[in-house]
């Protein structure tokens, strides 16, 4: 099989994963995943392998191998895997994340082999647990998150497992949606393997197994190159977490020693601290995804993402770290500690390629949940998770309001919000002066205010970056930190960035200020246009300086 063949099988197997993002994207039910698109899909070699993925989020992606080859080897009998079952699972302990993250594959297989799976992950909107939308701030084990599903079959040769589904129904708070979203996970997948199904057909069994190969072959050899033109060395660097939300007061540090020799790279996250009280915690699959991609995106030439790239990369995560939790530990929040480890991470590369390493991103998810409660008990659920700002790069100014790192969201649309909820979105938009200063400035993080129309409201929040702000690069200034506010008859109270069941009255206006990104370069290099056009646009005020509290 020549070269040109291969690419086009290349490209095949990806546009089938885009396909699968579409059919995700036209049928999903809920919010969580039609408007915020926290969800991802991707296609595997029989050996649960990535192969090719969708333009969805770095955080699922670069775990999903993790998982599949889990279930390969520790938790499900393969052979009796067959190409009309649907196995799935939610369990961060059997190589998944967090509970919300339900993960379904299928496998594809030509005449009676094998020849891949095909993979869609949906963050569903309730799992049940202590909280709504299943991100309970202070729980102290996995068992108050919520329903967790060990690896099943959720189809068995076809036809849906009923006692599955109807465990999912009795568990969750909204169960229309979930069902609604795991039925879209499925025609997902079916969509997917029917393209793999046309391309064996052309191309056979044993052709879409050398492919495979192949395609995998290549991309690690242009990983191996971009870190073998890296300057080899020890480079290391650390990032704050401000709390875990149970023990207050009390940082994390989020500490990586990278090596770089030839063409490999050794992160080393021994010094990470012990695993959290509250749920900020991360599974490895969690940590080694924000490692991963980190280290991809430091390339100097475009590469194929898939599991190729994984192989020069080597971390080592003892267990019991917050970055690799021993069950029971709570993880439903396990995305702070992953965005935090790829600002650690980043830190490091600007070591050895400093013009390629922008400051660090707002680095968070500011995750809010409302359940409204109506006169006649009814109840509805909104999960929300903003963004703050993209990180000043060494040529360019960060990028205002901007699903950076980990992310790549997009915002719930006000229209979408107040016609599914009793609840008005009352303000939304940049905040200026959040970026941090510099030759290049950080992207604004936002604002953004919900108020309550319902006769009450619970509310749920998972927030960091309130203490220790996203860093600047190479002399740029840190980001501000974010504040949330409750608003109760014009008076204003700071709410906990991690706060469970706070009542909420009707009337009472909840707002959220995000991070931005920090600056890179002095500020007294900044072009006096650029300052008079950041002026004008009322992103930062004149007469503010740099921090002295930059990152070097």
Same mark, same amino acid.
């Given at each position: 099989m020549g070269p040109v063949e291969i690419e086009v099988i290349r490209n095949a197997l990806t546009a089938a994963a885009a396909e699968m993002d579409v059919t995700v994207w036209r049928t999903s039910r809920s919010t969580i995943v039609r408007e915020l698109l926290d969800y991802s899909t991707a296609v595997f070699d029989a050996d649960?392998?990535?192969?090719?993925?969708?333009?969805?989020?770095?955080?699922? !992606?670069?775990?999903?191998?993790? &998982?599949?080859?889990? !279930?390969?080897?520790?938790?499900?009998?393969?052979?009796?895997?067959?190409?009309?079952?649907?196995?799935?699972?939610?369990?961060?302990?059997? %190589?998944?994340?967090?509970?919300?993250?339900?993960?379904?594959?299928?496998?594809?297989?030509?005449?009676?082999r094998r020849i891949a799976f095909v993979g869609t992950l949906c963050h569903h909107i309730d799992m049940g647990g202590l909280a709504a939308g299943s991100y309970a701030a202070t729980a102290t084990e996995i068992f108050q998150e919520g329903l967790r599903i060990p690896p099943i079959k959720l189809v068995e040769n076809g036809k849906p497992n009923a006692g599955v589904w109807a465990m999912i129904r009795q568990n969750v708070r909204k169960p229309a949606l979930v069902l609604?979203?795991?039925?879209?996970?499925?025609?997902? !997948?079916?969509? +997917?393997? @029917?393209?793999?199904? *046309?391309? #064996?057909?052309?191309? +056979?069994?044993?052709?879409?197994?050398? @492919?495979?190969?192949? $395609?995998?072959d290549a991309s690690e050899a242009t990983m191996r190159a971009a870190i073998g033109r890296m300057p080899d060395g020890l480079y290391e660097f650390e990032d704050f977490l401000d709390d875990d939300g149970v023990v207050l007061d009390q940082p994390l540090r989020l500490h990586v020693r990278l090596e770089i020799a030839g063409d490999t790279i050794t992160a080393d996250l021994s010094g990470c601290s012990p695993q959290a009280k509250g749920p900020v915690n991360a599974t490895l699959a969690s940590s080694a995804a924000a490692v991963l991609f980190a280290v991809m995106s430091a390339s100097d030439e475009p590469l194929a993402a898939n599991a190729?790239?994984?192989?020069?990369?080597?971390?080592? #995560?003892?267990?019991? &770290?917050?970055?690799?939790? *021993?069950?029971?530990?709570?993880?439903?929040?396990?995305?702070?500690?992953?965005?935090? !480890?790829?600002?650690?991470?980043?830190? @490091?590369?600007?070591?050895?390629?400093?013009?390629? $390493?922008?400051?660090?991103?707002? %680095?968070?998810?500011?995750?809010?949940?409302?359940q409204t409660i109506a006169a006649d008990g009814s109840r509805e659920v909104l999960v929300e998770i903003e963004i703050g700002g993209s990180?000043?790069?060494?040529?360019?100014?960060?990028?205002?309001?901007?699903?950076?790192?980990?992310?790549?969201?997009?915002? $719930?649309?006000?229209?979408?919000?107040?016609?599914?909820m009793p609840l008005t979105i009352a303000a939304y938009g940049l905040l200026p002066g959040s970026g941090g200063l510099g030759q290049q400035r950080g992207g604004l993080g936002l604002f953004r205010e919900w108020r309550v129309n319902s006769e009450s409201c619970i509310l749920t929040t998972n927030m960091d970056r309130f203490h220790h702000a996203p860093y600047g690069l190479a002399g740029g200034g840190p980001a501000t930190v974010g504040r949330l506010l409750l608003v109760r008859n014009g008076v204003e109270t700071p709410i906990p960035p991690k706060t469970d069941g706070l009542l909420l009255c009707? +009337?009472?206006?909840?707002? &959220?200020?995000?991070? %931005?990104?920090?600056g890179f370069g002095p500020v007294a290099a900044r072009t006096p246009e650029a300052t008079a056009r950041d002026a004008a646009l009322r992103y930062v005020q004149?007469?503010?300086?740099?921090s002295d509290t930059s990152a070097p």
């Open positions: 649960g392998n990535n192969l090719a993925q969708s333009a969805r989020i770095p955080g699922h !992606l670069n775990s999903m191998s993790h &998982l599949l080859r889990e !279930l390969l080897d520790k938790h499900v009998d393969v052979n009796s895997w067959g190409p009309d079952d649907v196995v799935a699972t939610n369990d961060p302990y059997c %190589g998944g994340q967090h509970l919300p993250d339900i993960v379904t594959y299928k496998p594809v297989f030509h005449g009676d609604g979203d795991l039925a879209s996970q499925l025609a997902s !997948l079916d969509v +997917g393997a @029917a393209a793999i199904r *046309r391309l #064996a057909t052309r191309y +056979g069994a044993a052709g879409m197994i050398e @492919a495979g190969q192949r $395609i995998l190729g790239c994984y192989r020069p990369v080597r971390i080592i #995560a003892p267990e019991g &770290l917050c970055v690799n939790a *021993r069950h029971p530990a709570p993880v439903a929040h396990r995305v702070a500690v992953s965005h935090r !480890l790829l600002n650690a991470v980043h830190g @490091a590369l600007h070591g050895a390629v400093p013009d390629r $390493i922008p400051a660090a991103y707002y %680095g968070n998810s500011y995750v809010c949940t409302f990180g000043a790069h060494p040529c360019k100014d960060g990028v205002n309001a901007y699903a950076s790192g980990m992310h790549n969201n997009s915002n $719930i649309p006000v229209e979408m919000v107040e016609s599914g009707r +009337g009472d206006v909840v707002r &959220l200020e995000t991070s %931005g990104g920090g004149v007469s503010t300086e740099a």
